[in-house]
């Protein structure tokens, strides 16, 4: 078994940065030099395929021609995750709530590549995995991003405090602004679930519980955009304009 990603920017950034691509799929009608390249230089099996073969394999997506058959998708343990970063300076990670949308997964992905955090930690049950759209709507940045999962948020959370971190839990109706926070600090940011943000436990051991300040009509954004807002303003904090 193994995981379909689909379309030309991930199948691209899949064969530039990951070994684990089996076969790849496309129409005969399918040009792309650099993705020709990259098969050629890495030698992987190409399978012509209708497009409707190619609808039975990723189902009616916009795949642009292409798919890759790679291996499972591999998930750091949180032990590994906080290993990997002891000697970092301040690292940055996302812990997701409750997540079920992987477009808002794979948003969120591409967010934490481009401000620089350094990981994702998402729960094993309720929360949606690593997959094809994830890849896809990340244009790339699955490749480059660490996710780590784990059983019980809670205990992870548990554990990344004993390692020297702060938890900072987004909430619409906190009281704090999440401008006032200096996040010049080992930080875990925790972003809640699309329908019911983040739970009351979490919240309850959680060090700082802040809001994004809202003046218009609506009182609530997108889980990926609010996690885009909180990152970018944990990066201007940490590397304000001299």
């Known amino acids: 078994m193994g995981n379909y990603i689909f379309g030309k920017n991930t199948v691209a950034n899949a064969l530039s940065h990951n070994d684990s691509i089996k076969e790849i799929y496309m129409v005969s009608s399918f040009q792309d030099e650099r993705i020709n390249k ?37 998930y750091l343990t949180l032990k590994q995750l906080i290993s990997k970063l002891e000697n970092k300076e301040n690292p940055l990670i996302v812990l997701l709530d409750g997540l079920e949308d992987p477009h808002n997964l794979g948003a969120i992905l591409r967010s934490v590549d481009a401000f620089g955090a350094d990981g994702v930690i998402i729960g094993a049950n309720r929360q949606v995995r690593l997959n094809a759209t994830v890849a896809k709507v990340s244009t790339g940045a699955i490749e480059y991003v660490d996710v780590a999962m784990v059983t019980n948020l809670n205990q992870a959370i548990k554990e990344l405090k004993e390692a020297g971190y702060w938890v900072v839990a987004s909430d619409g109706e906190a009281k704090q602004d999440y401008r006032e926070i200096d996040y010049n600090m080992k930080t875990v940011l925790i972003v809640g679930s699309e329908g019911f943000g983040v739970s009351q436990l979490l919240l309850k051991n959680s060090d700082f519980i802040v809001k994004i300040p809202m003046v218009g009509h609506v009182n609530s954004l997108n889980a990926s955009v609010a996690c885009a807002l909180f990152l970018a303003q944990i990066y201007n904090s940490r590397n304000p304009v001299k």
């Open 38 to 74: 990259l098969i050629k230089q890495n030698r992987v099996k190409v399978i012509k395929k209708s497009s409707q073969e190619i609808n039975a394999l990723v189902g009616n997506v916009n795949h642009q021609g292409v798919v890759a058959l790679c291996d499972e998708y591999k």
